[in-house]
């Protein structure tokens, strides 16, 4: 029992500083190796479902960021799948948004809309105004990438409003970027 309480200490320790690698990686927009940090603590055995979705979003962030348009999709479908097999649907509207996101950036089109539209009221129905202002961001770009400014500024808007709410830091940032 001792050799099994030890290798779990050495396991929850080095993906601790796998993650710790792989974010402060991402402050320093070295999204490459972010990546990097993540696949390898995504290599590790037997994490939970919880712990594999959160290495996988970070990962599909880091390659949204650096512009990897061939692994994202197999990323958002791990996503969406791992969400859908958990039975949670927070998790599921932000793989979606982050979709959403991902095909905005990338000139929009149909599937990212209704991938956007489903986060926004999954997040309503969850009361989550951090998902909210995220999901309203990702409308924002999809309608910036296909023209359509003149509801950025109001989706821009009420992305603020909701990050302000929620008390996130993180939300308020990437609304205020």
């Not at 690698?21 to 995504?42: C, F, H």
């Not at 308020?172 to 970027?177: I, K, S």
Request: with cysteine; net charge negative.
């Amino acid at each position: 029992m001792v050799q099994d309480d030890s290798a779990i200490r050495i396991l929850n320790s080095e993906l601790e500083r796998l993650k710790d690698a792989a974010e402060s990686a991402e402050a320093r927009y070295e999204y490459r190796t972010a990546v990097a940090y993540y696949t390898e603590a995504l290599r590790l055995s037997d994490l939970a479902p919880e712990e594999r979705f959160a290495l996988l979003n970070g990962r599909a962030m880091a390659l949204v960021r650096r512009g990897d348009m061939v692994r994202h999709p197999a990323e958002r479908e791990a996503l969406t799948g791992l969400a859908r097999q958990m039975g949670d649907r927070r998790r599921l509207a932000e793989a979606m948004a982050v979709h959403g996101y991902y095909t905005g950036i990338r000139g929009g089109n149909y599937r990212s809309q209704a991938e956007a539209d489903e986060a926004i009221k999954l997040a309503e129905t969850l009361d989550d105004d951090r998902l909210r202002a995220f999901a309203h961001l990702v409308q924002a770009v999809r309608n910036y990438a296909i023209d359509n400014i003149d509801t950025v500024w109001e989706l821009c808007e009420q992305a603020l409003q909701f990050a302000r709410r929620s008390g996130s830091e993180q939300a308020l940032f990437e609304a205020l970027a």
